[in-house]
């Protein structure tokens, strides 16, 4: 497993159901062991994303620039250390992951 997770470069993606789950499960739990600890190791940065099914609409003026403006309906979220490549600016980045169920996170911890 170890081997997958260097060929990925440490990069895991977790998707986070709604019951909030997943963290209880052993082989996720060495995936982010691996892409936040084993990957110092071996000199790589590693890149951890949450996505979740979430029904919303994502609408984005742009920040003042036309040609960036978002208004669409999505079925998904995820939340992407560094921003996901379609956000343009960390300002869409923290729009976009606004949307993210907050209540998923905590039952994932057992804090809700």
Same mark, same amino acid.
């Not at 691996?34 to 890149?47: M, Y």
């Given at each position: 497993?170890?081997?997958? *997770?260097?060929? !990925?470069?440490?990069? $895991?993606?977790? /998707?986070?159901?709604?019951?909030? /789950? ?6 996720? *739990?060495?995936?982010?062991?691996? $892409?936040? @600890?084993? %990957? ?8 951890? !994303?949450?996505? $979740?099914?979430? +029904?919303?609409?994502? $609408? ?18 995820? /939340? @992407? +250390? ?5 956000? /343009?600016?960390?300002?869409?980045? %923290? ?8 209540? %998923? @996170?905590?039952?994932? +911890?057992? @804090?809700?």
């Amino acid at each position: 497993f170890k081997k997958a *997770m260097e060929v !990925a470069c440490f990069r $895991t993606i977790s /998707i986070l159901d709604s019951e909030g /789950i997943v963290f209880s499960r052993l082989w996720c *739990m060495y995936e982010l062991y691996a $892409t936040l @600890i084993l %990957r110092k190791n071996e000199s790589v940065s590693g890149l951890w !994303a949450v996505y $979740t099914s979430h +029904q919303h609409k994502f $609408t984005w003026d742009g920040d003042g620039d036309v040609y960036s403006r978002v208004d669409r309906d999505c079925v998904a979220v995820g /939340i @992407i +250390q560094g921003g996901a490549p379609c956000d /343009i600016y960390s300002k869409r980045t %923290r729009a976009r992951e606004s949307f993210f169920p907050l209540e %998923r @996170i905590l039952k994932s +911890q057992n @804090i809700a």
